[in-house]
C-alpha cells in the first residue's frame, strides 16, 4: 500500500508500506505539522484489514488530518473502509495505479515543519528541510539540500545527503551535538554561542567552517 500526505497545495511525503503496524514510527514527523493534511491510500491487489484500517485512521487523526480517501481493487479492502466510514473508491487494477500515478507526480521535495523536534525524533527531507521551532539534544535532522532552522539547533544535522556539497545548514542558535554535510562530519562547539544573531555552517575545501548568516537587501 501507498500513502500520498499533502497540505492541499502540494504533496508532502509518498510512502510505501509493507506492514502497515509499523505507521508510528514512519508518520512520526507529520505529527509536527500544523496545517491541515489530506492523505490518500493506495492498496493495489491488497487486502487491508479494518483493523489495519481502524490504526490507520486513529493515528491520522491525531495529527490535524482533515480528510481519508481510498483507493483499491480489492473489495475487501473497501468493504472494510465503508465500514469505518473512510471514502473508499472502488476502482479497477490500472485506473488505481494511474491515479496513483498522478499524486506521484505532483511531490514536492522541500518540507517544512512547525514544532519542537524531540529527542528520538528523525526528520528527513528529500530537498529543504526548514523547522520553525526548536531540534533538541538526541534529534537527529536530515536533508538532501540545505537544512534551515528557525530556532535553536542542539542535535544531530546532515545536509547534503548524496553528496552535495554546497549544502548549508543555518540556524538562529547553532550549537549542535553534530554536523554533516556532504561526507564530511564535524562534532559541534564545546562552548555555547555568545552571539545574538543567526550562523550558517557551510563546506569549505573539506571543512566545516561557521560564520554570521548575513542576509543582503538591495536598497
Known amino acids: ?5 499533502n497540505d492541499k497545495s502540494k504533496n508532502l511525503e509518498i510512502i510505501s508500506f509493507d506492514n502497515v503496524n509499523n505507521i508510528h514510527e514512519n508518520l512520526k514527523k507529520f505529527s509536527l505539522i500544523k496545517c ?3 492523505v490518500k491510500f493506495f492498496a493495489i491487489n491488497e487486502t487491508i484489514s479494518s483493523h489495519q ?3 490507520l485512521k486513529n493515528y491520522f487523526y491525531k495529527i490535524n488530518v482533515f480528510s481519508l480517501r ?11 473502509g465503508k465500514f469505518l466510514k473512510v471514502d473508499s473508491i472502488y476502482l479497477k487494477e490500472q485506473e488505481v495505479k494511474a491515479k496513483q500515478l498522478l499524486h ?9 515543519l512547525k514544532g ?23 534529534a537527529f535532522v536530515s536533508a538532501k539540500k540545505n537544512i534551515y532552522v528557525w530556532g535553536k539547533l ?22 549542535p551535538l553534530q554536523l554533516r554535510i556532504a561526507d564530511v562530519i564535524a562534532i559541534g562547539p564545546k562552548d555555547k554561542p555568545k552571539n545574538n544573531y543567526p550562523e550558517i555552517a557551510v563546506l569549505d575545501e573539506q571543512t ?12
Open 116 to 138: 519542537t523536534v524531540r529527542s528520538g525524533d528523525r526528520i528527513s527531507s528529500d530537498g529543504n528541510l526548514c523547522i520553525i521551532g526548536d531540534v533538541n539534544p538526541g
Open 1 to 5: 500500500m501507498k500513502i500520498v500526505i
Open 154 to 175: 542542539l542535535g544531530i544535522a546532515f545536509a547534503g545527503k548524496g553528496g552535495n556539497k554546497n549544502a548549508s545548514i543555518s540556524s538562529l542558535y547553532l550549537n
Open 70 to 80: 481510498l483507493y483499491s481493487n480489492n473489495r475487501e479492502t473497501i468493504i472494510a
Open 208 to 219: 566545516i567552517n561557521i560564520k554570521p548568516y548575513i542576509i543582503e537587501t538591495k536598497n
Open 104 to 112: 506521484e507526480k505532483k511531490k514536492k521535495d522541500d518540507l517544512l
Open 36 to 38: 491541515k493534511l489530506e
Open 53 to 55: 484500517l481502524s490504526k
